[in-house]
């Protein structure tokens, strides 16, 4: 299991083990974490699960696709580290991973 750290907009932490293969989204909603609300269900057809990916971990986790990119021109307060949750693939090398809730969902 690769241990992910999501914190919600007040500042609550949920620290979830997440198996390799699902979505930090998926691992969001299956952990009630207030804010990411996920209307597409993983679709990348929204942006109503943004996250901001801790500075350390963006070169880890990587850039968005072209499509998940025209998706946070819909997100509020879009910033350099920003992601939707249902394009962050849970891997090995994610382990320890800490995504940050924004205040607002598109």
């Keep these: 299991m690769t241990k992910i750290t999501l914190v919600a907009f007040d ?8 198996e390799n293969g699902s979505t930090v989204m998926e691992n969001a909603i299956r952990n009630s974490v207030p804010g990411i609300e996920a209307e597409c269900g993983g679709a990348c057809a929204c942006a109503t699960c943004h996250v901001y ?3 350390a971990w963006a070169e880890t986790v990587g850039a968005p696709e072209a499509m998940e990119e025209d998706m946070l021109d819909f997100a509020f307060d879009v910033r350099p580290t920003s992601r939707l949750s249902c ?10 991973l800490v995504v940050h ?4 969902q598109a």
Aim: proline residues 4%; hydrophobic residues 30%.
């Design 53 to 55: 990916v801790d500075d």
């Design 101 to 104: 809730v924004p205040e607002r």
């Design 11 to 18: 500042g609550t932490r949920f620290d979830v083990d997440a």
């Design 87 to 96: 394009q962050i693939k849970v891997r090995d090398e994610l382990d320890g």
